[in-house]
C-alpha cells in the first residue's frame, strides 16, 4: 500500500506562484513514476505533468513552460511549481503514483487563482 498526502494548495492571484508537495508514505521502494491531474468543476479530470523514475518529465500543453514537476527520492516526495497562474487553472490537483500495475491517488489540494 502506498498512501499520498498532497499540500500547499490555496488561495494565489494571477501571475502568482504556488507550489504543490505530495508525500508518499507506506511502500514507496518501487514506486516507477508520479504525476499530477486536475479537476475543474463541470469539467473532467486531466493530466498536467509526469516524471518518470529516470527523470523524464511531461506536460499538458496549457501548462509548459509555467509548471515544473520535481521529486526528491530521498523525502518520497514529488513537487508541482507553479508560476504565472492563471483563472482557468483553478482546480482540484491530484497526486498519483505508480508501482509496477498498481495506481495510487491522493485526496486532492484545491488552488484557486482569482484577484
Known amino acids: 500500500q502506498v498512501q499520498l498526502v498532497e499540500s500547499g494548495g490555496g488561495l494565489v492571484q494571477p501571475g502568482g506562484s504556488l507550489r504543490l508537495s505530495c508525500a508518499a508514505s507506506g511502500n514507496t521502494t518501487s514506486i516507477t513514476a508520479m504525476s499530477w491531474s486536475r479537476r475543474a468543476p463541470g469539467e473532467l479530470r486531466e493530466s498536467v505533468a509526469w516524471i518518470s523514475s529516470g527523470g523524464t518529465t511531461n506536460y499538458l500543453d496549457a501548462v509548459k513552460g509555467r509548471f515544473t514537476i520535481s521529486r526528491d527520492i530521498a523525502k518520497n516526495t514529488v513537487y508541482l511549481q507553479m508560476n504565472n497562474v492563471r483563472p482557468e487553472d483553478t482546480a482540484v490537483y491530484y497526486c498519483?503514483?505508480?508501482?509496477?500495475?498498481?495506481?495510487?491517488w491522493g485526496q486532492g489540494t484545491q488552488v484557486t487563482v482569482s484577484s
Open positions: 498519483r503514483a505508480e508501482r509496477g500495475y498498481e495506481v495510487y
